[in-house]
C-alpha cells in the first residue's frame, strides 16, 4: 500500500510569507496526487489536482509541483484565511484515496 | 451544480449500528465513485472506501472490511454507509465525496456518537 507522509506537521508563519508544504510517496505515482483545504468544522476543499492542476475558484497563490515521489503545494503570500489544515491524497494505486497525514498551517 | 446532502447527527449505542445516507444531485449518479472518509475529532481523513451505483461494485479500505458496507440506490440517487458493531473508536465524522480521479465535490459530513 502507498504510504503518503507530510512534513511539517505543523508550520507557523505570519501573513505574507510564502510556504512550501511536502507530500512524500513511498513509491513512484506519478503525478496522481491531489492537495485539499479544511478548515475547522468545514468539509475539505479541493485546491489542486494532479500535482499541478490548478482548480477554478481557488486563489492563485496556491500552486503544486512534483512528480514520482516528491510532491510540493506552495502558498504565496499567505493570507489569514489560509490558515487551515492541509491534505494531499494519492489516486495511482487501486488502494487510491488514502491521504496524507496532514499540515497544520498556523500564525506565528 | 453538484451537490451532497448527508443525513443528520447520530446518537447510537455500543453494539448498534448506523445507517448514513447522501443524497447526490447535479450529476450522473451512476457514472462516478462514491468515496466514504472518517474523521475522528482533533484526527486526519482516513479513507473508507469507494462504491461506483453504476453497478454496485466497491472496494475497502481492510481496516473498514467487516466495519463498513457501502450500498447506492439508483433511483434516488442515495449513497449508504452503514456501520456496525459500534464501539468509542468509530464516533467520527463521517463525509461522503463524489469522485473522478479526485474529490471536487463533499457532503457537509455526519456526526456519529457512539455513547450509552
Known amino acids: 500500500n502507498i504510504v503518503l507522509t507530510q512534513s511539517p506537521a505543523t508550520l507557523s508563519v505570519t501573513p505574507g510569507e510564502s510556504v512550501s508544504l511536502s507530500c512524500r510517496a513511498s513509491?513512484?505515482?506519478?503525478?496522481?496526487i491531489h492537495w485539499y483545504q479544511q478548515k475547522s468544522n468545514e468539509s475539505p476543499r479541493l485546491l489542486i489536482k494532479?500535482?499541478?492542476q490548478s482548480i477554478s475558484g481557488i486563489p492563485s497563490r496556491f500552486s503544486g509541483s512534483g512528480s514520482g515521489t516528491d510532491f510540493t503545494l506552495s502558498i504565496n503570500r499567505v493570507e489569514s484565511e489560509d490558515f487551515s489544515i492541509y491534505y494531499c491524497?494519492?489516486?495511482?494505486?487501486?488502494?487510491?484515496?488514502?491521504f496524507g497525514g496532514g499540515t497544520k498551517l498556523e500564525l506565528k | 451544480q453538484v451537490q451532497l446532502q448527508q443525513s443528520g447527527a447520530e446518537l447510537v449505542k455500543p453494539g448498534s449500528s448506523v445507517k448514513i445516507s447522501c443524497k447526490a444531485s447535479?450529476?450522473?449518479?451512476?457514472?462516478?465513485?462514491m468515496h466514504w472518509i472518517k474523521q475522528q475529532p482533533g484526527n486526519g481523513l482516513e479513507w473508507i472506501g469507494w462504491?461506483?451505483?453504476?453497478?454496485?461494485?466497491?472496494k475497502y479500505n481492510q481496516k473498514f472490511n467487516g466495519k463498513a458496507t457501502l450500498t447506492a440506490d439508483k433511483s434516488s440517487s442515495t449513497a449508504y454507509m452503514q456501520l456496525s458493531s459500534l464501539t468509542s473508536e468509530d464516533s467520527a465524522v463521517y463525509f461522503c465525496?463524489?469522485?473522478?480521479?479526485?474529490?471536487?465535490?463533499w457532503g457537509q459530513g455526519t456526526l456519529v456518537t457512539v455513547s450509552s
Open positions: 491524497q494519492q489516486s495511482y494505486s487501486s488502494l487510491y484515496g488514502t
Open positions: 513509491q513512484s505515482i506519478s503525478t496522481s
Open positions: 462504491i461506483y451505483p453504476g453497478n454496485g461494485n466497491t
Open positions: 465525496a463524489h469522485y473522478g480521479g479526485y474529490s471536487a465535490y
Open positions: 447535479g450529476y450522473t449518479f451512476t457514472s462516478y465513485d
Open positions: 494532479y500535482a499541478s
